[in-house]
């Protein structure tokens, strides 16, 4: 596979065109092609984006990156998030 599976391969919100497009990326990349298209089709994830969605913006998450440690807004660096995940932790 020389051209890596992104956005703007696969329109936000395609259907069966989309399923196309990644099936033959996916058969490409080595997977059973029938066995990938079935996974598409029964689309067990189907409902995630929008509820991850929906649990960010009620977290007040407008951007990335967004890091919440206890529900408190973190600068996104390495060592404030360990001591905010320090203090959400008792100081351990």
């Known amino acids: 596979m020389t051209e890596p599976i992104t956005p703007g ?3 936000a ?3 069966s065109e989309g399923d196309a497009v990644l099936i033959g990326d996916g058969r490409e990349a080595g997977l059973d092609g029938a066995a990938f298209a079935a996974c ?3 689309a067990p994830y189907r409902d995630w984006p929008p ?3 929906a649990c960010a913006v ?3 998450v407008s951007g990335t990156p967004t ?3 206890a529900g408190a807004a973190v600068r996104p660096d390495p060592r404030a ?3 905010a995940v320090a203090r959400a932790n ?3």
């Open 9 to 11: 391969r696969v329109p």
């Open 13 to 15: 919100g395609a259907t």
């Open 40 to 42: 598409l089709s029964d």
């Open 51 to 53: 509820y991850v969605t």
């Open 58 to 60: 009620k977290a007040g």
């Open 67 to 69: 890091v919440l440690v």
């Open 81 to 83: 998030i360990t001591a």
């Open 90 to 92: 008792g100081g351990r």
